[in-house]
């Protein structure tokens, strides 16, 4: 089944403590993307990544890191969250063609205390 | 720059009732891509419809019909004969392009519909 996963689902942690929210797609998607989720702002793009050692800033990339060392995965790092990186986190991935639609993970409801 | 605007922030219906959701935008592109997506209370992204800016025929599925006029910049969204399941938050989207092949995906703030039995 073609899917996109995240990893996990559900995060509750402390400010200033590490952490990484994983994305895997079995699509063979050329671009992948994170995007956040906040009440009355809808979804805002993270950083995205057109291929593998391919990524770049999206609106909101402050306090985030990303990687794509494989084509399937695109993990999305925070390295000391904050309190206002409480948020609904949705990863999503498409082929390279523009014609074609991206597909949205579960989301990974994220905490910080 | 792109925008995005979902006037109604929330709507209640009766269940079996029409209902209509807006979706305004704004962009200088000619090449776009328009979305609808549905958020139901379990928060994941159901993707319901893409429509590139070239293709202006209205579309229906089932229950579904948008309605997508480029006069207006307006992309709606009718649900007719409502069901409780229809109950969820709802997003419009503009997709546009850039240079370097990035699609800048630009959501509106959402409808929440709540159906009412």
């Known amino acids: 089944e073609a899917q996109v996963t995240q990893n996990p689902r559900y995060l509750i942690t402390v400010t200033g403590k590490k952490l990484t929210v994983t994305c895997s797609q079995n699509m063979n998607h050329e671009y992948m993307s994170w995007y956040r989720q906040d009440p009355g702002l809808g979804l805002r793009q993270i950083y995205y990544s057109m291929n593998v050692e391919v990524t770049d800033k999206g609106d909101v990339p402050e306090g985030y890191k990303v990687s794509r060392k494989e084509k399937r995965n695109f993990p999305l790092i925070l390295e000391s969250p904050s309190p206002n990186q409480t948020s609904l986190y949705f990863c999503?991935?498409?082929?390279?063609?523009?014609?074609?639609?991206?597909?949205f993970g579960p989301g990974t409801r994220l905490l910080v205390l | 720059a792109q925008k995005v605007t979902q006037a109604q922030t929330e709507i209640s219906v009766v269940e079996k009732e029409d209902v209509t959701l807006d979706c305004v935008y704004e962009t200088r592109d000619t090449t776009y891509y328009l979305f609808w997506y549905k958020q139901p209370p379990s928060g994941e992204l159901v993707f319901l419809i893409r429509?590139?800016?070239?293709?202006?025929q209205n579309e229906i599925s089932g229950r579904y019909s948008w309605n997508f006029q480029k006069s207006t910049s307006s992309f709606n969204f009718t649900i007719t004969a409502s069901q409780v399941v229809d109950s969820a938050v709802y997003f419009c989207a503009l997709s546009v392009f850039s240079n370097f092949g990035n699609e800048k995906l630009t959501f509106g703030t959402g409808t929440r519909l709540t159906i009412i039995p």
């Open positions: 999503a991935s498409r082929t390279g063609g523009f014609q074609e639609t991206q597909y």
């Open positions: 429509r590139n800016s070239f293709d202006e």
